[in-house]
Antibody, heavy 120, light 110 residues
Framework: QVQLVQSGAEVIKPGASVNVSCKSS????????MHWVRQAPGQGLEWMGI????????RNAQKFQGRVTMTRDTSRSTVYMELSSLRSDDTAVYYC?????????????WGQGTLVIVSS | SFVLTQPPSVSVAPGKTARITCGGD??????VHWYQQKPGQAPLLVIY???NRPSGIPERFSGSNSGNAATLTINRVEAGDEADYYC?????????????FGGGTKVTVL
């Protein structure tokens, strides 16, 4: 069965960076794009960007340009999201989630989420 | 960027019908997906490409999309349908194409 298993919760100091991993199994890794979506406490869903595991092409939401880096390791079927220059309002649950394609394709499966708390 | 507008909350009695709207400029020309999110859980896809149900989603869930609004309809509402619901499109209209989510609608079963 499809699984997206994310790394564990993190507490990070303001100004530092966080790296969240998302390991895929149960399907062909390179056949699905991977999104990163975050959700601040009590708030809605916010899209951060997308990576094509087949080649590594990425597209970020304008809000996160220059602060987010998405990479992948095809040998480990894992994607990574690094968010830098963290602020308190980056405190959120971060999800990886796959879609069959970019563009209009639906996100059909989500990871369990990784809580990132930014606090001194 | 493209803006999707959802009502913050909808209340419905068990067995009745809940309708959740998702407004956007000419949204009928875009493909709309809907997600259900229960407290402490990741979102779950319930409708894709306006009207399609993934495997395992009850037939009580249906979708439509026309003009400036898409609608998620839940027939014969059950207590287990209580959740937040989000609509989503791919925004091709801006200089930075990407995924856009509505603000979410909390469905309360009375």
């Amino acid at each position: 069965q499809v699984q997206l298993v994310q790394s564990g919760a993190e507490v990070i100091k303001p100004g530092a960076s966080v790296n969240v991993s998302c390991k895929s199994s149960g399907y062909t890794f390179i056949n699905y794009y991977m999104h990163w979506v975050r959700q601040a406490p009590g708030q809605g869903l916010e899209w951060m960007g997308i990576i094509n595991p087949n080649g590594g092409y990425t597209r970020n939401a304008q809000k996160f340009q220059g602060r987010v880096t998405m990479t992948r390791d095809t040998s480990r079927s894992t994607v990574y999201m690094e968010l830098s220059s963290l602020r308190s309002d980056d405190t959120a649950v971060y999800y990886c989630a796959r879609s069959r394609g970019t563009g209009a394709a639906a996100i059909d499966f989500w990871g369990q989420g990784t809580l990132v708390i930014v606090s001194s | 960027s493209f803006v999707l507008t959802q009502p913050p909350s909808v209340s419905v009695a068990p067995g009745k019908t809940a309708r959740i709207t998702c407004g956007g400029d000419n949204i009928g020309t875009k493909s709309v997906h809907w997600y259900q999110q229960k407290p402490g859980q990741a979102p779950l896809l319930v409708i894709y490409y306006d009207t399609n149900r993934p495997s395992g989603i009850p037939e009580r869930f249906s979708g439509s999309n026309s003009g400036n609004a898409a609608t998620l309809t839940i027939n014969r509402v059950e207590a287990g349908d209580e959740a937040d619901y989000y609509c989503q499109v791919w925004d091709t209209d801006s200089d930075h194409p990407g995924v856009v989510f509505g603000g979410g609608t909390k469905v309360t079963v009375l």
